[in-house]
């Protein structure tokens, strides 16, 4: 917001302009809690989508899907 209280002008989207700076370690360092809590709650879908005999994905609920009651 500018000194006047009114919005200040916003700069025109032009993304060339934007840089990425990645400083994260190669590999990425996951904690044995941060892989048990993928497992937990992705564990089902993970193993549909690797397992080599089968190509389907078990069905999961989206957000939008739990709230529906038809």
Not at 21 to 34: T, W
């Amino acid at each position: 917001m500018s000194s006047n209280g009114r919005p200040s002008k916003s700069q025109p989207f032009v993304p060339e302009s934007w840089t990425v700076d990645n400083q994260l370690p190669d590999p990425i360092p996951v904690s044995k809690a941060e892989l048990d809590a993928i497992e937990q709650h992705f564990g089902d879908l993970l193993d549909g989508i690797f397992e080599s005999q089968s190509r389907t994905v078990p069905a999961v609920a989206t957000a939008s899907q739990k709230g529906d009651r038809r």
